[in-house]
């Protein structure tokens, strides 16, 4: 029997359920998932294994124009997206009608290699929508195959793998057998407390907020974890903290109980709030945090 495998890569605007599309795929909780635009700043890796296939899925931070340095990194993801992947998974969401920068747009539409459409978030439309819909995506990317779906719901999502599978090159495998991601234990700490942050803070504070994992110790039943979550501004500190630490103490919480979920152990989390002035425009800063990797 031969063995596939290859990269498929998620692109889209903020907010469509590209996150929510690459768990539902890969069967686990790798991608952090809000309501709120920009939740996702890395490209994250999602491995799915099979006796004759590894499905290599890339989610990517949603598109945008760039307003600093952090979001200019973030769209260097979505461009290196382009460059290796093996099959193009161009996702848009039910009333959506273009991609927040032409010269994206304009790569899909002439891309050599297999574009699968997937038109979200159908389960909030009607009959006569949808069909108006996938009409105009037809004229828009005739090079595309579209597929109606609800990442959400999990509707039509087994029916778009089994046609990536089908359409992945023959390939060995790229990583081990048992590999369900490319990222660190410390990335997914970080991450987890991220959400939290988006969860439970408004404005610009989730956008002004990066963690950094300082200590992650596993011993058998329980792992120690000190991580940092840095600021731009002391004003920021203080809402992070909130009355008598009341705020921090919340999103320790709700993160913790994910991080046992997660890594299946008992997690002791310890969080400090630092200010570090102006890291999202601040190139070393950002290469220290995993951005600007060119």
């Not at 999502?157 to 490319?182: C, G, H, M, N």
């Not at 987890?192 to 002004?208: G, S, V």
């Not at 058998?220 to 000190?226: A, G, K």
């Amino acid at each position: 029997m031969e063995h596939r495998a290859g990269y498929v890569n998620i692109i889209g605007n903020p907010n469509v359920g590209k996150s929510t599309l690459m768990n539902a795929f890969v069967g686990e909780r790798l991608s952090i998932i809000t309501s709120k635009a920009q939740t996702t700043r890395h490209r994250i890796l999602g491995i799915v294994n099979g006796d004759d296939f590894q499905v290599l899925f890339s989610d990517t931070p949603g598109i945008i124009k760039p307003a600093y340095e952090l979001q200019n990194s973030m769209m260097d993801f979505v461009k290196s997206a382009f460059e290796d992947a093996d099959i193009l998974v161009y996702m848009v969401e039910i009333g959506e009608k273009e991609l927040k920068d032409e010269a994206f747009f304009n790569k899909i539409i002439h891309s050599k290699i297999p574009v699968l459409l997937l038109l979200n978030k159908i389960d909030k439309s009607n009959q006569e929508q949808l069909e108006e819909q996938m009409q105009m995506w037809k004229d828009k990317v005739p090079n595309a195959e579209i597929y109606p779906i609800s990442a959400l719901e999990n509707f039509n999502v087994q029916t778009v793998f089994d046609r990536i599978i089908e359409l992945l090159p023959v390939s060995p495998a790229f990583y081990p057998k048992d590999a369900l991601t490319d990222k660190p234990e410390r990335f997914f700490v970080n991450e987890t407390i991220r959400e939290k942050i988006l969860l439970n803070y408004d404005k610009e504070i989730p956008y002004a907020v990066e963690i950094e994992t300082e200590e992650f110790i596993e011993d058998d039943n329980i792992i120690r974890i000190r991580a940092v979550i840095m600021v731009e501004r002391d004003t920021q500190k203080g809402i992070i903290i909130g009355h008598k630490g009341a705020a921090l103490k919340k999103v320790g919480i709700q993160a913790r109980e994910d991080l046992e979920k997660f890594f299946g152990k008992q997690i002791h989390l310890a969080t400090y709030v630092k200010v570090n002035k102006d890291w999202r425009s601040n190139e070393r800063q950002l290469r220290r945090f995993g951005y600007n990797q060119k």
